[in-house]
């Protein structure tokens, strides 16, 4: 009996991790803890955990920071979902977005020694892909993808099927 | 996020411990690099041994405090980076901006 194959590259029914807090910086303590938290359950290994905590770290400051403005009653959604290999993190705050284009380059020589400008360029660093999305009534959607090294679901019956092959 | 200082041969040594993160541990660090300028300290190191974590602001303390220190004819090295944070400074391209010691006692020296 062969059981059923895992439907892996759908996106799954619920997230693994799903919070809204207000804008103060103690929550991105919180939401690293959750999120590290769910990166250990889908296998993401110590180092990449740290990268990717990193990262999020990032996108949370700047919801708070630059998208709500500090204001504690306005709020940020942080969800990750797996899709196929990969793991999803949106961010969204209600500011009223930006210019990705036009954010500086923090390794030009003339920006090396200013004190901020490298939160983009961490998430970026970080992850396999960033992008933002700006909402028609105001709102900015952020979206992290990064690689899961291996299945969020463990196949150990794969293998034991491939060794089957000499026996005969 | 703790921060000891303590100083020997007129040089300042500040140990920050747990995460430079923006809010507090970069609030944390700006306080102690600026009561250290005003207390008269020109010579200064910066001891990373305890930090486990650098975030954007973190390092954008790190680099306000290196310009603040140099603007005031002094001087700020750093010592014993744990290698994630020396990857940081390697990803931004700031290990070409610091001095940077394998040891406290060799970024002491480096400034006696």
């Known amino acids: 009996m062969s059981p059923a194959e895992s439907p892996r590259t759908e996106p799954s029914a619920t997230p693994e991790v799903r919070i809204t807090v207000g804008s103060r910086f103690e929550n991105i303590e919180l939401i690293q803890t959750v999120v590290d938290d769910a990166f250990s359950r889908l296998g993401l290994e110590d180092d990449d955990r740290h990268w990717v905590g990193i990262a999020v770290r990032e996108a949370v400051a700047n919801a708070i920071k630059h998208g709500n403005r500090e204001d504690p009653d306005e709020l940020v959604d942080v969800e990750l979902r797996v899709e196929g290999d990969q793991a999803v993190i949106r961010i969204e705050d209600r500011g009223s977005g930006f210019d990705p284009e036009q954010v500086a380059d923090p390794l030009a020589p003339e920006n090396l020694l200013k004190p901020s400008g490298r939160g983009i360029f961490y998430m970026r660093r970080f992850m396999d892909e960033v992008s933002y999305r700006f909402l028609p009534g105001g709102g900015t959607v952020l979206v992290m993808r990064k690689r899961l090294a291996s299945p969020s679901v463990p196949a150990s019956d794969e293998n034991s099927e491939a060794n089957k092959e000499s026996n005969g | ?112």
């Open chain 2, 1 to 112: 996020m703790k921060i000891e200082s303590h100083s020997t041969n007129q040089v300042l040594i500040i140990k920050p411990k747990g995460k430079i993160t923006i809010g507090l541990g970069d609030v944390a660090l700006r306080k102690a690099v600026g009561e250290a300028l005003e207390a008269g300290a020109r010579r200064l190191v910066i001891n990373l041994h305890g930090v486990s974590s650098l975030d954007s602001s973190g390092v954008g303390e790190l680099v306000s405090a290196y310009t603040t220190v140099t603007q005031r004819s002094g001087k700020l090295v750093l010592a014993e980076l744990p290698s994630k944070i020396a990857d940081i400074l390697q990803i931004t391209q700031l290990i070409q901006v610091f001095d940077v010691y394998d040891s406290e006692q060799e970024a002491v020296d480096s400034l006696s």
